[in-house]
């Protein structure tokens, strides 16, 4: 059974930092490409970021410079630095099982405000 736990969100002031993890179980983790995707009030799934198995990252253009994903395969955990956070990036973070099916933990809520 697959199983991500999202860790890591809460509240940070504007032009902060934070580092969400995923613990991951239930699957081969260090054959897997891994997914962060956020959900913003009122607004649609944006997909942001994945790593591959051999730890080649893509961005959406949007995410690229402020968000930088990486992965530990010993620990099956994939994380997703955020810096210079502004309001427009509060939402519920997900990672996902980037590989059909695809897989979705919980969600970690974060907000960025003063």
């Known amino acids: 059974q697959v199983q991500l736990v999202e860790s890591g969100g809460g509240l940070v002031q504007p032009g902060g930092s934070l580092r969400l993890s995923c613990a991951a179980s239930g699957f081969t983790f260090s054959m897997s490409a891994m997914s962060w995707a956020r959900q913003a009030p009122g607004k649609g799934l944006e997909w942001m970021s994945g790593?591959?198995?051999?730890?080649?990252?893509y961005y959406a253009d949007s995410m690229e410079g402020r968000f930088t994903i990486s992965r530990d395969n010993a620990k099956n955990t994939v994380y997703l630095q955020m810096n210079s956070l502004k309001p427009d990036d509060t939402a519920v973070y997900y990672c996902a099982k980037a590989v059909s099916p695809w897989d979705w933990g919980q969600g970690i809520q974060v907000t960025v405000s003063s």
């Open positions: 790593i591959f198995s051999d730890g080649r990252t």
